[in-house]
């Protein structure tokens, strides 16, 4: 019985894809809305029976489907498992997957490529499901590629926009590099240990010594593809792009789901990680990074949902900040409480451009609370959850974050700058709140004309997102109230060897009330700035010196380009243009002539005349006696 | 007494090779299909020389038995192959080989 | 004396062989042919294969040449019509067929002369003894044969009708 919920989990989605992606574009959207969204509604009802029966103290659940690669040594099933940190992200994936496909039916109304959006979507809970589901590092890549073809596909789902299929294009080869590196860890697991299977590299690896060259490497490379996936510094440049697809899109795969895959192949691996603690300070460093130089990005953007990608990819940084200092379960709890409060918050900006008919500059935008009240309340939920407000879900897992990262062994300056981080992050945050919902209406005549609050469809998964984010952290109390931890103690079975650490109750204290009160006065200011004094950001031709810098990202793109795309493109111009003409083609060519001139001597040969074949005949008949008695 | 006691074996071998090849350079030679068709008459007899002398010296009758076997095949040829020459010089006119030059590209 | 026969018979073997490549006349080819046969048919009289001797003159020299004579009445060839080879052509042609004695001759050189036993059974080449050969071992090839004759009869037939149109 398990094993068959095990199977259907994934199976559901997969049959809604079939079943939507072969209907035309006149199928009656009831009907899809009941396939896809029913199929993953059941596949989250089996997700909760199999949570709790972990909860009450299961073992993981296993379901071999059948035997996949039996190669000499090498034996790979295509299997599943569900443990602990798999029912949780199946909880997200399904959970929060419904609400997107309930709210994508008010969204995409007027799309007439109905079926093929919810057929990709559904082709996305699928590879998710896969990826997170596999018991081997196979599974795991063939989901962790397959969501990067729904991405891609999702992206580009406008394809007649070539702006759209570009950033396409670009979120696919960006994450082929950091695939790359996911591909190059899984060689050397099983060079290494012999095995792919997580349960027998983790056995084996949890014997192996601490600070291992090779499993040092392996973390690397294995880290480099979570770069790509999960959108950190290098490989963070997709990610601001992807949101040229529909807005849902961006909710479901580029905030709450897919790119937390990054985080949970780490939090999977973390027997590894837990070896190589060089590996764990570059995590740390880079998730860092990623956090403040994103957040800065943030500050200085006018659309609503660059706004949010900004935040993600710095949310993302906190989450690997987490995982780098050996905070595993920490790093699952940001991925649980951001998915729900950064889905939220891009369904609310979704429900916005919904209103104003497509606009997305909040610049544009302005005094929104009035005509929108239940987008405007949940968003500012959510804006209060990311900011991390007591008691919202945001403050608990970001301060749990904090409080980890101070406790790290030489964490200090980490600390220093995540805790700037979450200013900024507050004040960004702030200031698109204010300037989306309060002041006066920026607009133009006809969209004021068009305003409007969302149908049902959309506002009941904003509201439901909106309690969740709202009380999320419940599940992850600090020390502080002598509750028990639930996550970390449901956790516990997946998590091996790591180090603990524990902060003391005063500086968590300590830390409640400082945030508490920078917040506070962030939020203060914010309101100074953009709603009583109604400063609006100036056009992007108009920023000067470092906001400009900012404003343009930093000009990351274009470094990118110029230091790769150009020498690349001059490279396969100058293949184009004289390798490819006069080598391939010239050796081709060459075959060709010779073949040509060659048959044109020997078929003189041919001349019809029986006599001289009788000739031939002979003349080889003393050739084959001089060779048998004479060379032989 | 037997004769190839007297003149040995060897003999039969130069008559064969001398015979075979006369009719190699007889179909060479000539150009009418007819007696190209007897050299090749003439080299089988070569053959069927030696096929007889070896089973006499062996004392066994199958190298007799296949010599009937060649002269049945010999006659099966020759007919199909008179026939075939036939046909030709009804449409070409001529059994000369050089007419024959359609063999080709 | 068989030394001689056997001698006599080789010198007019090799001479009526060459005179059927050589003779300008395709009948006279033919007649040398059939002398030729007669020739071999003598060496198996004196290999003591008498049943081959016979069949072969009935066979080749009766059948077959006949044949052969046959035709070239038929297609009345007799005149010498044959254009002759360019000279070049008639030295290749020799200078082949020598090429190839030569290389038979210098091959069968080394080879020995096998001492045999002189009192061979002087009764196998006859017909009672090849015909229980024959029907008991070769009974398979033997039916086989008839087989192909029947289809070359055919086809014989079949190529020499006239077209209709």
Known sequence: MDSLIVLLIPLLPLIGFIISGTLNKQANHTLINGLTCGSVFVSFLLSVILFYQLQSGSAPISYKLLNWIYVGALKLDLSFTVDALSSIMLLIITGIGFLIHVYSTGYMHDEPDYARFFSYLNLFVFFMLLLVMGNNFVVMFVGWEGVGLCSYLLIGFWFKNNAYNDAAKKAFVMNRIGDLGFLIGMFLILNKFGSLNYQTVFDLASHAATNDPTITVICICLFIGALGKS???????????????????????????????????????????????????????????????????????????????????????????????????????????????????????GSVIHAMSGEQDIRSMGGLRKKLPITHITFFIGTLAISGFPPFSGFFSKDEILAKVHEYNGGFMLFTILAITSVITAFYMFRLYWLTFWGNFRGNSHQASHLHESPKSITIPLILLAVFAASAGLIGLPHLFHAPHLLNNFLAPVIINAPTLEASASFEIALIVVSLIVLALVTYITYQIYVAKARIPVADADEKGISKWVANKYYIDELYNALITQPLQAVSTFANNYIEKYVIDGTVNSFRWLTNTGSLLIRQIQTGSIGLYIFGIVIGIICMFVFKFYLA | MNIISEVGINSYLWLAAILFSIGVMGVLFRRNAIIILMCIELMLNAVNILFVAFSVMHNNPAGQIMVFFIMAVAAAEVAVGLAILILMYRNMGSVDIDTMKKLKW | MSVIAFYILTVLCIFSALMVVFSKKPVHSVLYTIFCFFNIAGHFLLLNAQFLAIVHIIVYAGAIMVLFLFTIMFLNLNAEVEPHKSNLLKVAAVVCGGLLLLILVSCLKGAENIPVNPMLDTQMGMVKNLGMVLYNEYMLPFEMLSILFLSAMVGAVLLGKKETK
Not at chain 1, 267 to 286: E, I, K, Q, W
């Open chain 1, 231 to 349: 959108a950190q510094i290098p490989l963070y440049t997709w990610l601001p792009d992807a949101m040229a697809g529909p807005t849902p899109v961006s909710a479901l795969i580029h905030a709450a789901t897919m790119v937390t895959a990054g985080i949970y192949m780490i939090v999977r691996t973390n027997v590894l990680y837990t070896l190589s603690p060089d590996a764990g300070f570059l995590v740390a460093v880079m998730g860092v990074a990623t956090a403040l130089f994103a957040a800065t990005i943030g500050l200085k953007q006018n659309d609503i949902k660059k706004v949010l990608a900004y935040s993600t990819v710095s949310q993302l940084g906190y989450m690997f900040a987490a995982l780098g200092v050996g905070a595993y379960e920490t790093g699952m709890f940001h991925v649980i409480t951001h998915a729900f409060f950064k889905a939220l918050l891009f369904l609310c900006a």
